[in-house]
Structures are given as structure tokens and as C-alpha cells.
């Protein structure tokens, strides 16, 4: 089922602590965008299909990756692309965008999601692997 707009923007905020819905919706546009850079395929789709319309253009019609970021590099992108950003509160922008879409996703997509990532994406997520 399809999360509507305002359903998914209040989850982010909630989640991110954020002030406006303004300050959550511009962290879910950079880390959507990162991410659709890295999906590809039926799960980059499957995704799509489960997010707001606004968000799943966003992902289908990602950023060209030359190769794969890891964690720690995704998170450095991020603190990139938001005026302000350290890799401290990108990192939690980017926690609090990729706990909603795992949430909005579940789990079975989310681990084949996982698959076409570097290891430690799990914990970006919000679901760590056990070790």
C-alpha cells in the first residue's frame, strides 16, 4: 500500500525531530534521490510504487552513480547536497528518511533492497542485520 504524502512528510518529521515539514521534506528529496541513484531494476520500482508520488519520481529518476557509495560515503553526499549540513545531521537526515521508507516498504523488499547495496546500509535503515 502507497503511503500518502502527508502521512510519509509527518513520519520523517517525527522521526528526524524536525521544526517544518519544509526541513523533513528537503531531507527526504536529497536521500531519495542518493538512494534511487544505487537502485536499479524491479526493486528500485517495487519501492517506488510503495512511496508518495512526489518522493517515487524522485527515486525512478535518480542521480547517474559511477559506483556504489558506501555508508559512510552516502551519508558525506548527503551532508553535500544540504546547505548546513555536517556529516553529524546528515547522518540523522538520512536515518530518519531510510526508517520510514523501511517501515513504508517492510521487510521483504527491504532486504532485497539491502542486497544491491554495499554492507552496513542495514543500520542507515534502522534495521540492523544480526551479526
Do not use: C, K
Amino acid at each position: 500500500m502507497t503511503l500518502r504524502w502527508d502521512a510519509f512528510i509527518e513520519r520523517v518529521q517525527d522521526r528526524g525531530e524536525y521544526a517544518s515539514r519544509a526541513e523533513a521534506d528537503r531531507a527526504a528529496r536529497v536521500v531519495l534521490a542518493l538512494l534511487g541513484a544505487h537502485l536499479v531494476g524491479q526493486d528500485r520500482a517495487r519501492v517506488a510504487a510503495r512511496l508518495p508520488e512526489a518522493y517515487a519520481l524522485i527515486l525512478l529518476n535518480p542521480l547517474e552513480a559511477y559506483e556504489p557509495l558506501d555508508p559512510q560515503r552516502f551519508v558525506r553526499a548527503t551532508a553535500a547536497w544540504i546547505e548546513g549540513a555536517t556529516e553529524a545531521t546528515a547522518a540523522w537526515d538520512v536515518s530518519a528518511v531510510l526508517s520510514v521508507v523501511a517501515d513504508a516498504i517492510g521487510d521483504d523488499l527491504l532486504q532485497r533492497v539491502l542486497l544491491q547495496l554495499p554492507p552496513g546500509y542495514d543500520l542507515l535503515f534502522g534495521r540492523p542485520r544480526p551479526a
